[in-house]
């Protein structure tokens, strides 16, 4: 599309930026007095950039037919809002009564009373009648005002020239900003009354006078509406002024509202290219009707209302012209051309193929300025935090998009358009955004304004939604801005008064709020010295404040050594998501500070959106807290060193549907093996068993040395025990003189499963030496015997006279591995949890066999059946 400049070329004046609200203010006194600005002294020009509407050639027609005494109204009251175009109309009316260079005029004599600059302490309204009609001041010189019979001679005496010579000279009165001079004559004493019941007076006398003689007209202004007056009296005297002139008055409006497009494109552009006009509405229009911005019947009229207004889109002018328009202060047409000659020059050589409210740049002081004019000071500091500064909340919209959309900076047009959608001088009166909902933008406004057809409008959906979550005084009852903060605003400035204890309490409350009732674990929450964690058989998870939990704590309670040490896991933060999950925290913080707040008057919009904000937050909860808790630490065996270190275990995202950290936890630990259910028999018999064991010794064993097998539970391992007695890979039993069994020439006392209680004394037997089993348990009834095989494996463990493991370990390295598995149906996804398994363990291409690749089959019930 082409850029507007190349179709609508600016006047001069516009490029060059020299356009003030001077240039726009019509004078129509300084036009008579030769002291005007060219375009407005200048029949020609003045004409040039002027767009006749229909009121004003109707009004030029009427007073052209009036002075040529064919027909028409003796008296014309133009009303229109303050800058509606009635000096304007004037300036017209003036110059077609000279004539423009070249042509001769209507041949009348006209007289110019301006309000605003005739000080009525030094001139009377009728004196300077006369003294322009006649060059003198004869007949009406006085403080008091002449009669009707005086007014009608003084009207009818004038005899032309030339062509006119022996015909009466029609007689053209224009009267200005005429309420403005009789206010001020209110304080000028004459007699026992004022100057001002003697311009009432003048009024009265001189519509009639002007009524009788047949070629004269008096055309005067008037405001639309008392919002433009002084004071209580200037009111009353409005009124009154209404009283007298409405008796044979007529009343017109130069410019309807449909035609200030026009007015608005002849006066800042000096040529327009049609055909480029209709390709680039066209073009947007298709844009829109594609986008179900408008409907088939919308589009039309909006494609008429484009082609008037180009090169602004429509909404531009009829938010300037109806809704600030109506502020009392602003000069409706003169305000417009203003705001828009500042935004055309500005946006020169920015290539756009049209202007919209978007466009207009608030970062340029000078129309910033004439916007808080009629709005207020408070909007200054408003428009620099939520929309042009550099870290503004439409600032960072615009990086948020992406570097796709960070061109077109949508986050600063879309919250630019809504904020001069925001503002009528209609709302509370004050200047400040107006909260009726007839004010408040709709999405659907908001995409037809700010739209190009370079992309398509669902992003102006996002870019709405990421403005309400950033701008502080974006209301929250609909799309528009108020000089109130939103609840943005209020909870930033509670986050800001959160203090770190606040945060470290909260921090504590989170985790426990995610602990299960019934955990698998005893949880310690940052414990900040050894003793603060207990050293008994249970399985412990330690949640630290650091990304690496200290060895004091694994190798010590109090003063003594731990014993116990492979029962602690711990669980620390990934130092990197801190900060946010501290902004995280921050925010519920504050969140629930204010929803606790009763003294807050807030909306029940705000209340309703502060509930949808606490329930996102609590939906996010448990996401934000294992992105900072995701590092497991697990006791591992002694290195080269002899040191015991650590196993560090990614916990990765979290697990969708999972609420409980302590379960996942588990759950995880459960599939690496890390904790085990139950404890396989053949790990038993493989791993453990030499001769014998004692059951308490090898449970304890467990326990305490770092890196081997966690059971979760006392239950779990005795479980282990009897499934091993049941296949018949080892027996139970313990010493003693009255046993019928003999292991190694020792008397035992063979214990069935149902016996098996891990009391003291209890051990686990190997089946080739045991002898006298079968006759022991089948006096006891026990059906366990049957099956009975040989034992042996893996030489191990043995019993020392204190009780004490000592463990020989015996490696067979295999560089290449082939296994063949009897898997049943449904172990597949046990296979595939096991093999990830060894993934994670182990992360060289080389495993202990026994120890591990078999040992994690055997755990999960999977037969080798070689390998």
Known sequence: MKAFTQIARPHDDVVDGRLTMDVFAADLWQVASGQAPAEYQDADLFFKRTYTTEGLKNILDIAKARLEGRSGDSILQLQTPFGGGKTHTLIALYHSARGLEGEEGWGAKVVVLDGTTFNPRERRLWEELERQLRGKVEMTRGDTAPGKEALVRLLSGLWGK????GRCVPVLILMDEVLEYITKAAGVRVGDSNLAAQTFAFLQELTGAVSTVGHALLVLTLPSSTLEHYDANAEKMFYQLQKITGRMERIYTPVRDEEIEYVVRARLFQEVDEGGVREVVDEFVKYARREELLSREEMLEYRERFLRSYPFKPDVIDVLYKRWGSFPTFQRTRGVLRILSLVVHRLLGRGIPFIRLGDFDLRDMELRRELIKYIGQEWDSIIAQDIVDKGSGAERVNRLLGTSYEPYRLGSVVSTTIFMMSFSGRGDGGGSAVAEAALASSVRELKL????????STVIDTAISSLREKLFYLSDEGLFFSNVPNLNRILILREENVTDGEIYEERREVIRRHIARESRFRVYLHPEFPKDIADNEELKLVVI???????????????????????????????????????????????RNVERDRGLRLTEGQRKELRSKIARQNQLEYEELRRFYRKLFVPSGQGRSGEVGFQEIDMGLP???????????????????????????????????GDCVEVRVLYESLLKAPGELRVASWEGFLEGIREGVEAGLFRVGEFSEDGKGVFGGRRVRWKGVSELSGGEGEVILRLDMCEGVEEELEEKGDQSVEGVEGGGGLE?????????????EVRRVRRDLELVLGVEVGQMSTVSRVVRYLKERFRRCEAEYEDKVLEALYQEGIRVERG
């Open 545 to 591: 404040e650091d990304s690496f939990p200290s060895k004091e704590f694994l190798e010590r309670y109090g003063e003594g050594p731990r014993v116990y040490r492979n029962t602690m896991i711990f669980l620390g933060v990934e130092g990197d998501q801190e900060e946010g999950f501290v902004s995280y925290l921050r925010k519920l913080i504050a969140l």
């Open 655 to 689: 697990t969708f549907g999972e609420r409980e950290l302590d379960r996942e936890i588990f759950t995880i630990l459960k599939n690496l093996g890390e904790v085990l259910e139950r404890l396989s028999p053949r790990v038993i018999r493989d791993r453990y068993l």
């Open 796 to 808: 191990g463990m043995e019993l020392e006279e204190k009780g004490e493991r000592r463990v020989e």
């Open 162 to 165: 030339g062509k006119r010579k």
């Open 449 to 456: 304004s700010a739209g190009l057809v370079y992309f398509s």
